[in-house]
């Protein structure tokens, strides 16, 4: 998350944590402590949530999955044709 989007949040009064998962970063406001101090990372709750990235990024076209990069050399491609 952006620092200064972090900092204004916190401007305001509210904690702020953060999971990374394999496949995307999760930031959210802590709106209830007891629920996340539970030992390990619980999924953070819908209406907490204030910042989602994926770190992969898949593209499906015919049901085949294509990374960002081969997506774009399909539609170069097909341009072509």
Do not use: C, T
């Not at 949040?9 to 999760?26: L, P």
């Not at 101090?37 to 999955?65: C, E, F, H, T, V």
């Amino acid at each position: 998350m952006h620092p200064d989007i972090k900092e204004f949040w916190e401007k305001r009064g509210q904690s702020i944590g953060g999971y990374s998962f394999s496949a995307i970063d999760v930031w959210f406001v802590i709106s209830d402590p007891e629920y996340y101090n539970q030992g390990g990372p619980p999924p953070p709750l819908k209406d907490d949530i204030i910042y989602m990235s994926a770190k992969i990024k898949n593209y499906r076209l015919n049901d085949l999955w294509y990374s960002e990069e081969e997506m774009l050399r399909i539609i170069k491609q097909k341009a072509f044709l």
